[in-house]
C-alpha cells in the first residue's frame, strides 16, 4: 500500500528531473503524507496528462516513480480481457437491477500451461491493474508459472483503473466498494472464467485445476482473507506484505523508518521536528510565519498542513526496492542532506536567543545541529515547496480542506480512501505517547488524518461513511493471529506496514511463530514493501531474494501435490460412497422384493 504522498510523487516524477519531484501516484499512495494534499495531486496529474500528451502516451517516465505505479509500457503478448462481474454479491446491498454486470478487466498469460497446472491469481489490489503487468512477464507469476506450468492472471480490483460497476463517484456509489463484495469477484471469476483462446479447456475453480491466490499489502491481506473463507476455491494463498491487521491510528508507520533508518540521520529528524513544534507552540504569528517562511512553505495557512508537507520525503521510505530499476533512493538522498557535513550552509539566524533558549532541549553540538537544520530546510524548499507551481496559492496545493470530485478518474486518490474511512483505518501521523520519539509533528493527529472521511464523502441517500471506520469487518478473521493451511506470510523486517502483518512486534506470537511448509512464515531481512513480488531474470536476484523465491516455489509445489492427493482422496470417497450407496439400494431392494 501507499501513502497520500507517495501518489504525489509518481505524478510528478515526470517532470524536472533534475530535483524528481514526487508524482500523483506516489502522494495518492498509503503512507507518502499522512494527509493527502488534494491540490498537489491535482496538479501533479494535470502535469503528467500534459507531459504525457507533449511525449506521445506511452513514453516511459523513467526516474521519480514510486515501484510498481508506473505506467508499463504495453506489451504485444498481453492483452487486456473483460469478465462479465456481478455488480453485488451481497443481497443487502442490492444492484439496481438484478444480477446486473459490469466489466472487471484482467490479463493472463499462459505461455508455461501445461494441462493438468494451476492458475494463479494476482489480485492487482488499490491501484490500476496494468502496473501489476511486470509481475505477470517476470516477477512472481512468471516464476510460479514457469516452475509449475501454470497459467498467470492479474485481476483488477473493482473501482480501479478500467474496472468499474458504476458510473460515478459519489458516496451512493461507492456502496459496492467493500472488501467482501471484491473478495466476491475474485470467487466468482475463478469458478466462471473461460479464457479467450482457451475455451476447449475447463480451468475453472472447483473442478480439476488448483487456484492459488497472491497478493501484495492490501491485496496480500485479501489473499489471506480469500483462502480462509473461500476454501473450496482457493487452494492456496500467498499473503506477500498482508496487512491481515486493520488499524485505525497506525502512527506505527514511522517506526520501521526510525529503528532501521541511517541513525544519525534519523536522531537529527527527530530533533528538528521536535524542534518545529516547540517553536509552532510558541503560537506567536511572526516566528511561525518566520518558521515557515524559511522552509519556502510561508503561505501555508495551517500549521497541520505546513508540518504535513514536511513529512513528504518520509514516503520514499516505502519505495525503496532492491531492484534499482524500479525502486527508489530517493530516501536516502534525503538522509545525505540531513547528515552531510556542509560547510556550504549558513548561519541560521531564524531564532533569536532567547528562543533557543526557550527550548525544551538544546542540542549539545548547537553548530552542527543548525548546520543540519539548514539543510533539511534547503532540502524542503528544493524538493517539496516547488512541488507548487508559482502562479497556484501554496493552500490550494498543500491544503487538506477540498476533497472533491466524483469521475471515474479520481478513483486514484478516492477509492482507497473510501476503503481506509469504512473498514481499514490506517490514519498515519505521530504516536499517541508524547515521550515517543517522533518522525513527524505531534500536529499530526487521527482527527487531522481522519479529516478526509468527513470531506470527501458526503451522506447519499443509500449510504454514507461512518465515523470510524468498522476494523471489526477485517479483524474478525484473525488480524495478527491470521492462519490457515495452505496460507503462507511473506514479509519484509523494514517494511512500514510490518506492524499490520501477523509479522508485527505487536502479534501475541511475535517472535514465536515457526514457518511450515502448510504455512509459511518467511521474513525477507532488509525487505520492505512486498519485495517478493517483482523479479528479474539477469543479473541474478540478489540472494535474499532468490531464496524467497525458491521457497515460494518449493512450497507451492508441495501445496499442489497435497491437494492433488486430496481431490484423488475424495473422488475414492465419492466412488465408495456411490459403491456402498449402491450396495445398499441393491440389498434394501433384495429385502423387499
Ligand atoms: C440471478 O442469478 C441467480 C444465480 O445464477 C439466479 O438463480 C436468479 O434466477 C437470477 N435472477 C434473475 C432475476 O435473473
Ligand atoms: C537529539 O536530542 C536529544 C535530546 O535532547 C539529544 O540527547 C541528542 O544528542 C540529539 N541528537 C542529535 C543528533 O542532535
Ligand atoms: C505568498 O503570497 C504572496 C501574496 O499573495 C505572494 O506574493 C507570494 O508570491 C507567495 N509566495 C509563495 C511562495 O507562494
Ligand atoms: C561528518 O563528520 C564526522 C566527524 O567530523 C564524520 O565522522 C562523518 O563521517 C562525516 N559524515 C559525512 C557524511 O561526511
Ligand atoms: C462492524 O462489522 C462487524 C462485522 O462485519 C459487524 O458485525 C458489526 O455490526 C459492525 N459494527 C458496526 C458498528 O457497524
Ligand atoms: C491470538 O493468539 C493469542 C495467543 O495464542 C490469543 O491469546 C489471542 O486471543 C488470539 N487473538 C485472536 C484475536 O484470536
Redesign the pocket.
Known sequence: MHTANALVLGLLGSLALASRPLSSNELASKGTTPALPLGLWKEAKRRRRHDDGARGPWKESQTGQLPFLSRPKPSASCQEHYFDQLVSHDPHIPSTTPNETWQQRYWFDATFYKPGGPVFLLDAGETDGEGRLPFLSQGILRILSEATNGIGIVFEHRYYGKSFPVSDLTTDSLRFLTTRQSLDDGAHFARNIVLPGLEDIDIRAGGSTPWIYYGGSYAGAKAALARKLYPDVFAGGIASSAVTAAIEDYWQYYEPIRQNGPSDCIDRLVNHTSLIDSLLAFEQPALTSALKGYFGLGNVTSDADFVNALAIPLGSWQARNWDPSVGSTRFFEFC?TL???SSSVHEVDLFQPAQLAALPSLPKDPRKALASFAAYVSYVREHVATLCPPDTAQDDCFGTDEYSGDELDDYEWKSWAYQFCTEWGYFIGAPPDSKHPSLVSRLLTTEYTGKICRKAFPPGDLNSVPARPNVTAINQYGGFNFSYPRLAFVDGSEDPWIYATPHSPLAPHHGHRHSTTSEPFLLIKGGVHHWDENGRPSPPEPEEIQRVHREDVEFVRAWLEEWREEQREKERKRRGRWRWEGEGRERSRARWT
Open positions: 545525505d547528515t552531510a557535513n
